[in-house]
């Protein structure tokens, strides 16, 4: 006899098999020149793919692109595209067999339970998901390449939020996660075989909060990390922005802000991989996890003097394996907000203001081409201050625009709109990872919706030629 679960799960399957139909209209599979920006499922939920703590939600892996993202039930789903023929399959829902063992309610409530997808060096597929202070679920594919087949895979923290996966040196593979809550602190995970069993336990970078509480406002400082890995994969870079976990006065805006707007400040360091240690960007060893006295001393970037930034920055590495990063910072409202490339000069740190955005939340990626020409995707817009609400809740934007700098991001100029239709909502910019060795920079993922009730739909946008 079936449960209610697996009837609703049935049900939800039916659903994307029609919503199938109409997006394979949509995207005119037949037509010998496809559009760019393609839809592979409509039925998202809020975050339906990660903002730039959580990656990657595609990984690209002997010819197939595989994407996961979070379902308007919260459950999480997986289709693969043929890169040649540029078609989509048919999404499976990952969720098949462990119903008995889910929280339904907060799978559907809890958006940090999204997906990320990655590889190991046997070419199976791995996924991590339903992870919020909670050890997720490790699903590995029964055949390599092959994403329509799961079982399940080893644990290996009780506490996972945000996990972001890297390969990285001698072919191991890192996980960089945060434990506990808001005020938790972030560690890495190294596992020899891609993810199938892993070295011990996690290894602290970030504790803002730690003892002894020095720091201006440490005993309620959290942080929110994203990483890059150095082309030899000895090199972690970890830039972070400071939460402030307790109601604090916004002298800049005269009132006391809200869990999404109370971020600012942005930091950098690096992680030697091999021997562990933690170092600022002039090489200066800095003392791991590192606190908050420590972190304004030696690592602060940008004191942005209460202006938000509420997410981690793109990192990108340039042709130095030095970082440049990309992120929004509000401006006349804690909303109100304009990108920002920041990069080393000297002995300082230049930020150089690209486009206007409508919120502090909204998504970029930063990369850098082999003619060192910096590209920037983001999400940008003007317009009224956006209600936070529904799929609302985290930001949007009107349009999805590429910048390009060719004099080191001193000077930026509007480049390709990758916007499908004007008039719908846009968030959450994505890499696509191939086979973790490096990111696509001719593909992307990101999401859209009409109405802060509606369903998200995914877009793949392929410019390759």
Same mark, same amino acid.
């Given at each position: 006899?079936?449960?209610p679960l697996q009837k609703r799960a049935r049900a939800g399957r039916f659903w994307i098999s029609v919503a199938l139909i109409s997006l394979a209209a949509l995207r005119g599979l037949a037509s010998s020149s496809p559009p760019i920006a393609q839809?592979?499922?409509?039925?998202?939920?809020?975050?339906?793919?990660?903002?730039?703590?959580?990656?990657? !939600?595609?990984?690209?892996?002997?010819?197939?692109?595989?994407?996961?993202?979070?379902?308007?039930?919260?459950?999480?789903?997986?289709?693969?595209?043929?890169?040649?023929?540029?078609?989509?399959?048919?999404?499976?829902?990952?969720?098949?067999?462990?119903?008995?063992?889910?929280?339904?309610?907060?799978?559907?409530?809890?958006?940090?339970?999204?997906?990320?997808?990655?590889?190991?060096?046997?070419?199976?597929?791995?996924?991590?998901?339903?992870?919020?202070?909670?050890? &997720?679920?490790?699903?590995?594919?029964?055949?390599?390449?092959?994403?329509?087949?799961? %079982?399940?895979?080893?644990? +290996?923290?009780?506490?996972?939020?945000?996990?972001?996966?890297?390969?990285?040196?001698?072919?191991?593979?890192?996980?960089?996660?945060?434990?506990?809550?808001?005020? &938790?602190? /972030?560690?890495?995970?190294?596992?020899? =075989? *891609?993810? !199938? #069993? /892993?070295?011990?336990?996690?290894?602290?970078?970030?504790?803002?909060?730690?003892?002894?509480?020095? &720091?201006?406002?440490?005993? +309620?400082?959290?942080?929110? !990390?994203?990483?890059a890995v150095s082309a030899d994969g000895k090199r972690l870079h970890v830039a972070f922005i400071w939460k402030v976990e307790d109601p604090l006065f916004n002298t800049r805006y005269g009132k006391i802000l809200g869990d999404h707007t109370q971020?600012? !400040?942005?930091?950098?360091?690096?992680?030697?991989?091999?021997?562990?240690?933690?170092?600022?960007?002039? *090489?200066?060893?800095?003392?791991?996890?590192? #606190?908050? #006295?420590?972190?304004?001393?030696?690592?602060?970037?940008?004191?942005?003097?209460?202006?938000?930034?509420?997410? &981690?920055?793109?990192?990108?590495?340039?042709?130095? *394996?030095?970082?440049? +990063?990309?992120?929004?910072?509000?401006?006349?409202?804690?909303?109100?907000?304009?990108?920002?490339?920041?990069?080393?000069?000297?002995?300082?740190?230049?930020?150089?203001?690209?486009?206007?955005?409508?919120?502090?939340?909204?998504?970029?990626?930063?990369?850098?081409?082999?003619?060192?020409?910096? %590209?920037?995707?983001?999400?940008?817009?003007?317009?009224?201050?956006?209600?936070?609400?529904?799929?609302?809740?985290?930001? /949007?934007?009107? %349009?999805?625009?590429? /910048?390009?700098?060719?004099?080191?991001?001193?000077?930026?100029? %509007? *480049?390709?709109?990758?916007?499908?239709?004007?008039?719908?909502?846009?968030?959450?910019?994505?890499?696509?990872?191939?086979?973790?060795?490096? =990111?696509?920079?001719?593909?992307?993922?990101?999401?859209?919706?009409?109405?802060?009730?509606?369903?998200?739909?995914?877009?793949?946008?392929?410019?390759?030629?």
């Open positions: 006899m079936s449960t839809p592979f499922a409509d039925n998202g939920g809020l975050k339906m793919l990660y903002d730039n703590r959580q990656y990657p !939600n595609a990984v690209a892996l002997g010819g197939k692109t595989h994407i996961v993202w979070r379902g308007m039930d919260g459950f999480p789903y997986c289709a693969s595209y043929d890169m040649k023929a540029r078609t989509f399959s048919e999404p499976v829902s990952l969720i098949d067999g462990y119903e008995d063992e889910i929280d339904v309610e907060k799978y559907r409530t809890d958006h940090h339970f999204a997906p990320v997808i990655w590889t190991d060096a046997d070419g199976y597929l791995h996924t991590l998901f339903g992870c919020h202070r909670t050890t &997720g679920i490790h699903l590995v594919s029964t055949r390599p390449g092959d994403s329509t087949q799961w %079982r399940r895979g080893i644990d +290996f923290s009780e506490s996972i939020s945000y996990p972001k996966i890297h390969r990285i040196y001698d072919g191991k593979t890192l996980v960089y996660t945060r434990y506990s809550g808001h005020l &938790g602190f /972030w560690q890495y995970h190294i596992s020899d =075989d *891609g993810g !199938n #069993r /892993w070295q011990g336990g996690g290894r602290p970078v970030v504790n803002l909060g730690a003892e002894p509480q020095d &720091g201006k406002h440490a005993a +309620f400082a959290g942080s929110y !990390n994203t990483t971020r600012y !400040n942005l930091y950098y360091l690096y992680i030697d991989l091999p021997t562990g240690k933690g170092y600022n960007y002039e *090489g200066t060893e800095v003392e791991l996890p590192l #606190r908050k #006295r420590i972190a304004d001393e030696y690592c602060l970037v940008w004191d942005t003097d209460e202006r938000t930034a509420a997410v &981690g920055p793109s990192i990108c590495l340039d042709e130095n *394996g030095d970082p440049k +990063f990309l992120l929004p910072v509000s401006e006349e409202t804690p909303h109100d907000s304009y990108f920002y490339f920041v990069a080393r000069d000297g002995d300082e740190w230049r930020k150089t203001r690209i486009v206007k955005t409508l919120h502090p939340f909204n998504a970029s990626v930063l990369q850098v081409d082999d003619q060192g020409v910096y %590209r920037a995707f983001m999400i940008t817009g003007e317009g009224p201050e956006v209600v936070t609400e529904g799929m609302d809740e985290y930001g /949007w934007g009107q %349009r999805v625009e590429e /910048w390009t700098s060719s004099d080191d991001g001193h000077s930026w100029k %509007r *480049g390709r709109n990758l916007t499908p239709r004007p008039g719908k909502r846009y968030q959450n910019i994505q890499i696509i990872s191939d086979n973790l060795e490096r =990111d696509f920079q001719d593909m992307f993922l990101f999401y859209g919706w009409d109405e802060p009730a509606s369903p998200g739909v995914g877009y793949l946008w392929d410019g390759r030629d």
